[in-house]
């Protein structure tokens, strides 16, 4: 009976042992497999776009994020150059014709993924240098890079047109931007210009339903100017839709429907909407 008991003590841990072994053995192979699905999934990973966009030559990225900001950049460029420089870690670019006033220099950062407008100044004659328009979104290189292989083609050519300038400096763009309009001391054609600015942009926006108008500059009980939007073409001369002011810190601003105060609608000279 001993005997039995131990052969059949025997033959039960074999099969243990042998369960235990094709258990591991299983483990083993799972682990196998997954570690080689884990790689074949790394390889089929595609590099990121905006590591391809950094890896565009200098001038290429500048005209492509001159693209963004200046449509005059847009491939083919007709009538211009895109001059652009890198300063202290800012990208300054320059469309410009070759000839006249009226070609703002922008100011850019770039960051990890996108590149961000900071501000821009542009030369206007007799009125000295002026806070150009400049939206301050930012601008993603994924959708840069996108843009170029779309029109690779294209973009290679414009590249002809395309040229660095060291004279876009850092300190040089400082130097205007400091030159600036007092906005306390706009003349009437530059209060009228700024405020079609700020109408244009509404409209671009879809704020508003766009509709032709005309702006008349006053002052008001305070000698603060005043420009009243007015309904062109309407059978009542004084139908106004409403008014800018700027206070005395040079401000825009704008009446709040149904309060007693004004919103502060831009700080500086040519600014659109408050940042």
């Known amino acids: 009976?001993?005997?039995?008991?131990?052969?059949?003590?025997?033959?039960?841990?074999?099969?243990?042992?042998?369960?235990?072994?094709?258990?591991?053995?299983?483990?083993?192979?799972?682990?196998?497999?997954?570690?080689?699905?884990?790689?074949?999934?790394?390889?089929?990973?595609?590099?990121?776009?905006?590591?391809?966009?950094?890896?565009?030559?200098?001038?290429?990225?500048?005209?492509?994020?001159?693209?963004?900001?200046?449509?005059?950049?847009?491939?083919?460029?007709?009538?211009?150059?895109?001059?652009y420089n890198e300063d202290s870690d800012h990208t300054l670019i320059n469309v410009?014709?070759?000839?006249?006033?009226?070609?703002?220099?922008?100011?850019?950062t770039k960051k990890e993924n996108v590149i961000t407008p900071i501000k821009s100044v542009v030369y206007q004659g007799v009125d000295g240098y002026e806070k150009a328009e400049i939206k301050t979104n930012p601008i993603s290189k994924n959708e840069l890079y996108a843009q170029y292989i779309a029109d690779k083609d294209l973009y290679d050519t414009a590249l002809e047109k395309t040229e660095q300038n060291p004279d876009l400096t850092l300190a040089k763009f400082n130097e205007k931007y400091a030159n600036t309009v007092d906005t306390t001391k706009l003349s009437e054609e530059q209060v009228k210009k700024w405020v079609n600015a700020i109408m244009q942009n509404r409209f671009e926006n879809h704020v508003l339903k766009e509709f032709p108008y005309t702006i008349s500059i006053s002052l008001d009980e305070n000698r603060h100017v005043k420009a009243?939007?007015?309904?062109?073409?309407?059978?009542?001369?004084?139908?106004?839709?409403?008014?800018?002011?700027?206070?005395?810190?040079?401000?825009?601003?704008?009446?709040?429907?149904?309060?007693?105060?004004?919103?502060?609608?831009?700080?500086?000279?040519?600014?659109?909407?408050?940042?």
């Open 1 to 83: 009976m001993k005997k039995v008991m131990t052969i059949l003590l025997c033959v039960l841990l074999s099969v243990t042992a042998t369960i235990a072994i094709l258990f591991f053995v299983g483990m083993l192979d799972n682990t196998e497999e997954n570690q080689t699905q884990i790689s074949k999934n790394e390889q089929k990973k595609p590099q990121l776009a905006e590591n391809k966009f950094d890896q565009l030559p200098d001038e290429l990225q500048a005209l492509l994020i001159a693209t963004a900001i200046d449509e005059r950049s847009i491939p083919p460029i007709n009538g211009g150059t895109v001059y």
């Open 96 to 108: 410009h014709s070759g000839a006249g006033v009226g070609h703002p220099i922008y100011l850019l």
């Open 228 to 275: 009243q939007i007015n309904v062109a073409n309407s059978e009542d001369a004084g139908d106004s839709v409403g008014y800018f002011k700027i206070n005395d810190k040079g401000q825009l601003v704008e009446p709040v429907l149904g309060a007693d105060y004004d919103e502060v609608i831009a700080t500086e000279y040519m600014q659109v909407e408050n940042f």
